[in-house]
């Protein structure tokens, strides 16, 4: 369960959609941030990292670390994306130190995907992302849940950014 604040859904309709979504809420980001998001196989997650990536000034590709569990990038702020499908035991994510990278880095935010998985290992403060495929076509159903003091304080901006189209 997670406490916090309120839920605010958005849609996309198309992978250029999500991206322009990741690239807004990228601007919102602080150092420490950390972003759990959760979803089904093929329903967006990565298409939102790599918006976050691009809205950070991240220059090369941003690609599913499914295999290599965590990706780093450069930009604005060091960009951590990580990939929790392959872990199971809550040991092995606390052994990530998904937390600790944000701190440790000057500047620096994760994104996780299957971030679900993540909630018990990473303390209070993150903002929980979870998408819907939607049928039909490309349309997906992003719900976003802050959670913790450093959320709190940016829930209103959080909604605006959500609430704005395009760019």
Do not use: N
């Not at 093929?42 to 965590?70: C, I, N, R, W």
């Not at 049928?135 to 450093?150: D, I, K, M, V, Y």
Request: glycine fraction near 12%.
């Amino acid at each position: 369960m997670i406490t916090g604040g309120s839920l605010t859904t958005v849609s996309t309709e198309s992978v250029e959609e999500t991206r322009a979504l990741g690239r807004r809420l990228a601007g919102l980001l602080r150092p420490g941030d950390i972003l759990l998001c959760s979803g089904e196989l093929g329903a967006g997650k990565t298409v939102l990292a790599q918006g976050l990536g691009e809205g950070l000034g991240v220059e090369d590709a941003v690609m599913s670390p499914t295999f290599v569990l965590v990706r780093t990038h450069e930009g604005r702020l060091r960009f951590y994306h990580a990939d929790l499908w392959r872990l199971e035991d809550a040991g092995e994510i606390l052994d990530l130190s998904l937390a600790e990278l944000v701190e440790d880095a000057a500047g620096a935010v994760a994104f996780v995907e299957w971030g679900e998985r993540a909630v018990p290992v990473v303390g209070p403060d993150f903002l929980f992302i979870e998408v819907l495929v939607a049928l039909p076509g490309e349309r997906r159903l992003w719900t976003f849940q802050p959670s913790g003091p450093s959320w709190a304080e940016r829930v209103e901006a959080l909604a605006g950014v959500l609430a704005a189209e395009g760019e």
